[in-house]
T-cell receptor, first 109, second 115 residues
C-alpha cells in the first residue's frame, strides 16, 4: 500500500529552527508538496519538490531525496504565527495525491 | 471575492436531514475537489471534477452526492448521514491536468456535525 509518515506533533521555541520530516512509500513519484494549515483555516501551499535537493523560500526550505523516499521542511527564525499543522503529500504515478496525517507544530515563547 | 469560498462554515444536522455544502472558486481553475478531513487522519479525497468529468473514490458512501453545474461551482449533497461523518469538508481547486505541479487552492472548509 501507499503510505506517508510524519510526526504527529512537535514543539519548538520562538526564534529557533525546526525540521519536520516526511517519509513516503508510493507507487511512483511525480512530486512532493508541503502545505500549512492554521487551526480553522484552509491549507495553503508552501512548496513543491520534484528533483533531489534543497529548495529555499525565505524562512522556509524543503528538501527531497527520492532514493530515500524522504523529505523535510525546515523552518528558521520561528515566529508564533508558524504554529500550525504542516501537511506532506506525494503525487504518485497516476497523479493522485497521497497525504500524510499532518504534523502539528507548537511554538513556545 | 477571490480564491475558494465554502458555505456554510458550520453545519449541525440530524441523521434524517438533507443538506448541501457549497463551494465556489474565482480562480479560473479547471478542476474542483471534495476532501474529508478528520482529526489526526490524512486528507481523504472524495470526489474530483476535472473539465466536467467526475472521478470518485469508490469507498465514499452513496449518502454523499456531488454536483458540479459548471467549472466554478461545486456542491456536496448530504442525506441520511451517520455520526462518523462528522468532520471538516474541504473544497479545493486547481488547474487540473496530469501535471506533477498541480497545486491545490483550498477553501476554509465546512465543519459538519451529525447528531
Amino acid at each position: 500500500g501507499q503510505n506517508i509518515d510524519q510526526p504527529t506533533e512537535m514543539t519548538a521555541t520562538e526564534g529557533a529552527i525546526v525540521q519536520i520530516n516526511c517519509t513516503y512509500q508510493t507507487s511512483g513519484f511525480n512530486g512532493l508538496f508541503w502545505y500549512q494549515q492554521h487551526a480553522g483555516e484552509a491549507p495553503t501551499f508552501l512548496s513543491y519538490n520534484v528533483l533531489d535537493g534543497l529548495e529555499e523560500k525565505g524562512r522556509f526550505s524543503s528538501f527531497l531525496s527520492r532514493s530515500k523516499g524522504y523529505s523535510y521542511l525546515l523552518l528558521k527564525e520561528l515566529q508564533m504565527k508558524d504554529s500550525a499543522s504542516y501537511l506532506c503529500a506525494v503525487m504518485d504515478s497516476n497523479y493522485q495525491l497521497i497525504w500524510g496525517a499532518g504534523t502539528k507544530l507548537i511554538i513556545k515563547p | 471575492e477571490t480564491g475558494v469560498t465554502q458555505t456554510p462554515r458550520h453545519l449541525v444536522m440530524g441523521m434524517t436531514n438533507k443538506k448541501s455544502l457549497k463551494c465556489e472558486q474565482h480562480l479560473g481553475h479547471n478542476a474542483m475537489y471534495w476532501y474529508k478531513q478528520s482529526a489526526k487522519k490524512p486528507l481523504e479525497l472524495m470526489f474530483v471534477y476535472s473539465l466536467e468529468e467526475r472521478v470518485e473514490n469508490n469507498s465514499v458512501p452513496s449518502r454523499f452526492s456531488p454536483e458540479c453545474p459548471n467549472s466554478s461551482h461545486l456542491f456536496l449533497h448530504l442525506h441520511t448521514l451517520q455520526p462518523e461523518d462528522s468532520a471538516l469538508y474541504l473544497c479545493a481547486s486547481s488547474q487540473g491536468g496530469r501535471s506533477g505541479a498541480n497545486v491545490l487552492t483550498f477553501g476554509a472548509g465546512s465543519r459538519l456535525t451529525v447528531l
